[in-house]
């Protein structure tokens, strides 16, 4: 059986390749849509039902999804036009109990992903090798920098895990 935290598995950095590139930029492509579709015809009641034991509820999942993805691109942007800049790092779990995000239906978020991340392929797309094995930023809770290349893995992996959170629980629940 499978971890209902990490239903693909924990994300793992890859050595660079050119269709790993491509696969990735695809990821952040077409995430908004796979989310999109992975939460279609689901009810309030459902969208507040917990993906795991323990775990936010689909609302949560969704706009987090949102909430991430916005310092993401944010964070590629500093690293293309400042050397090695500092990140800020947030709490993810002080954030999924916001107002916005219990308030706020889902569509928001998923109107937000969709231009974001239309924004975020645009400036990344056409990065060569070379920038994207050497511009980086640094992470003051983990004491490391990170380059742009591992970035775009993890988030790559960001938007799959979070999805097949949805997935997952609408498989579980029968959820048509």
Known sequence: MTDARYPIGKYEPQPYSDKLRQDWLNDIRYLPQ???????NLDEAQLLTPYRDGGW???????????????????????????NPTIKPYDEAAWAELNDV???????????????????YSCI????????????????????????WDLLGMYAWHGKHHTAHVTGIREKMGWK
Not at 34 to 40: G, S, T, Y
Not at 59 to 66: D, E, I, L, P, Y
């Open 57 to 83: 509820t689909i609302k949560q999942v969704v706009h987090h999804v949102a909430d991430s993805h916005m310092n993401a691109l944010i964070r590629f942007k500093l690293a293309l036009t400042e050397e």
């Open 125 to 148: 797309k056409n990065l060569a090798e070379q920038e994207l094995l050497t511009r980086s930023v640094f992470h003051p809770e983990h004491k490391k920098q990170i380059i742009l």
């Open 34 to 40: 796979l989310l999109e579709n992975a939460i279609l």
């Open 102 to 120: 219990h308030e706020l239906p889902v569509n928001i978020s998923i109107t937000l992903l969709h231009a974001m991340h239309a924004r975020w």
